[in-house]
């Protein structure tokens, strides 16, 4: 990719935070927001300082975390429609933070949970791939990736079928998503997975290029191809469960950005994933965005909004296909 | 350079053995052809090198030096190999392609470097593909993209070069390209070794031919030694006769309509 575009992906994300902390239900004159980062007392500058910006802050650490995930995942998998999602990760975090709510957990643990949820699932993906005999094959983690998460979801409507109303209202805010109540804590743990895990993806990017050709071909090029699979499975899933442990569920990201990347011609892994990240993260600030402004003062979910924007593309690129 | 030596290999939940106890070599300098029926066992001996499939006997050996022992990338340093079947996911440039023939040279740290663009260099102008260097491999004829896998495996800098059937779908044109390429290749001191379905055009450029039927070498030597109408009806099942080709007089199959 060209470095010119490099910039204008920056660019574009730093026009999309301004935008997002600049914009909602109180507007903020961009001339404020700098009094605002000088420590002005004002209510526009504390709305900025304590809450628009955490929030874009979470929103940009989701985005890229989904979208190197995605971009490793898909190249990895041979798979222009693999995601964190399709592998069982949504569906893992969900059940875990969905337990933690049903046994009474404090607020702070539930992340944990989902966490740990998404990890277990992780795990029973490659157990189930494993017993279907195929250690490395990327074809039986998708299928063990999806089956997994549907018997998450069976596990999460048992689990919800006598719930309390706040025990439903919880677990729905997992499931759709959210980066409203963004919190310095939260962010610093979700920035040290992105970068540790980003940085991680992108080295492996080169891997990813040679498994792009096939397991034999890419055995012929000398790579393990059994380590090179797992380690980017299990980056790339640490990495999407970290962001659904900070934010909840935010569906189609990692879908979709990665052929945006392509598009704006990223072809080889190292700087697929790298811009990714960048096109991840701009996204999910302006679709947070969007969810803030459409109907205002309610807002619509992150998750909505990303299925909204998502299920189309996804649509396309299934028609494209064929 | 490189050797099978009772090589047998089993699959999963498979009936018999994909090989059964093969012993063969390829020499340096020489184009060293496997051909057989399908399903004979010759794609399991290509991956039974790069250590896809596990051996249930016998050793494959590189340089007297144990295969499967062998750290993968130093495998793949010293033998290329191009696969039957490689389609990719992600469309890269013919450029971008050849380049990844380096990898088993680079560190998880380290940019290609100059020798790696000179392998690049002399790999894409020996294989004839210079002028697609900056085309998308999706946008490729069947006979540019199998040259441009051929730079690529060219570009390994290795000493041995495996083939499994290279000339899948390729016109006559397209396929003497591909079979001179080898030859020419062997002759710059390679050891090539091919796996093919063309009797023929090996019976024309090999140096010597070893025939593989239900996981057994049935016969082995120069094409003239293994080119005989009595072993081939036997193996291929189906009545021929072998004679001459009119140029240079190599074994030449001609299969028979069965009335």
Redesign the interface.
């Given at each position: 990719m060209k470095p010119s575009r490099w910039a204008l992906l920056v660019l574009a994300l730093f026009v999309a935070a301004v935008l997002a902390i600049a914009i909602g239900t109180i507007r903020v004159p961009i001339s404020a927001l700098a009094d605002a980062f000088r420590g002005s007392q004002s209510t526009s500058a504390f709305v900025v300082r304590s809450l628009r910006v955490p929030r874009v802050v979470l929103a940009t650490l989701v985005g890229a975390g989904l979208g190197m995930s995605g971009a490793a995942l898909?190249?990895t998998m041979?798979?222009?429609l693999a995601e964190p999602y399709l592998l069982g990760v949504s569906g893992g975090a969900a059940v875990g933070a969905v337990v933690a709510t049903v046994l009474g957990f404090g607020v702070a643990l539930v992340p944990v949970a989902a966490f740990v949820g998404a990890i277990v699932a992780v795990l029973a993906a490659f157990f189930v791939a494993r017993a279907a005999?195929s250690r490395g094959d990327a074809r039986v983690l998708l299928m063990a990736g999806v089956v997994v998460g549907a018997f998450a979801n069976a596990a999460i409507m048992v689990l919800l079928a006598n719930a309390e109303a706040n025990v439903v209202r919880n677990a729905l805010w997992w499931m759709m998503g959210s980066v409203a109540d963004a919190t310095w804590p939260q962010i610093n743990v979700l920035f040290g997975y992105v970068l540790v895990g980003g940085t991680a993806l992108i080295?492996?990017g080169?891997n990813v290029?040679?498994l792009?050709?096939?397991?034999?071909?890419a055995?012929?090029?000398?790579?393990?191809?059994d380590r090179a699979i797992r380690d980017v499975f299990v980056i790339a899933s640490l990495v999407a469960a970290a962001t659904v442990a900070a934010a909840g569920l935010i569906g189609f990201v990692g879908l979709v950005v990665p052929h945006i990347a392509?598009g704006l011609g990223a072809?080889?892994h190292r700087a697929l994933i790298a811009a990714s990240g960048i096109v991840g993260a701009t996204l999910v600030v302006l679709a947070d965005l969007l969810g803030r402004v459409l109907r205002p003062p309610s807002e619509l979910p992150l998750g909505a909004v990303t299925a909204l924007v998502g299920v189309p593309f996804f649509l396309a690129k299934l028609r494209h296909l064929r | 350079m490189i050797r099978f030596d009772d090589v047998a290999v089993r699959y999963?939940?498979a009936g018999a053995d994909a090989l059964n106890g093969v012993s063969l070599s390829a020499h340096a300098g020489a184009l060293t052809a496997v051909v057989g029926p399908n399903g004979s066992g010759k794609s399991t001996l290509v991956?039974a090198l790069?250590?896809?499939v596990a051996l249930a006997r016998g050793r494959v050996f590189v340089d007297d030096r144990d295969a499967v022992a062998m750290d993968?990338?130093?495998?793949?340093?010293n033998v290329?190999?191009?696969?039957?079947?490689?389609?990719?996911?992600?469309p890269?440039?013919v450029d971008?392609y050849v380049q990844?023939?380096r990898?088993?040279h680079?560190g998880?740290?380290h940019a290609a470097g100059a020798a790696d663009r000179r392998a690049i260099d002399e790999s894409v102008e020996a294989a004839g593909v210079t002028a697609l260097r900056d085309r998308r491999v999706d946008a490729l004829s069947g006979g540019e993209w199998q040259r441009v896998r051929l730079a690529r495996a060219l570009a390994?800098g290795g000493r041995a070069l495996v083939l499994d059937e290279p000339t899948t779908f390729l016109d006559v044109g397209h396929e003497m390209a591909v079979f001179e390429l080898l030859h020419r290749v062997a002759r710059s001191g390679l050891a090539v070794l091919l796996v093919s379905h063309q009797l023929n055009l090996v019976a024309r450029f090999a140096d010597r031919i070893v025939l593989i039927h239900g996981g057994l070498v049935a016969a082995e030597g120069a094409p003239e030694d293994v080119m005989r109408a009595e072993i081939l009806e036997r193996v291929y099942e189906w009545p021929l006769v072998v004679t001459r080709d009119p140029a240079i007089g190599a074994p030449a199959l001609v299969p028979l309509r069965s009335r």
């Open positions: 898909q190249g041979r798979n222009p005999g080295l492996l080169r290029d040679v792009a050709l096939g397991e034999d071909a055995a012929g090029l000398g790579l393990n191809v392509r072809r080889r | 999963p939940r991956r790069i250590g896809r993968r990338a130093e495998l793949a340093r290329a190999v191009v696969t039957q079947r490689e389609e990719l996911a992600f890269v440039t971008d990844l023939g990898f088993p680079l998880i740290w390994q």
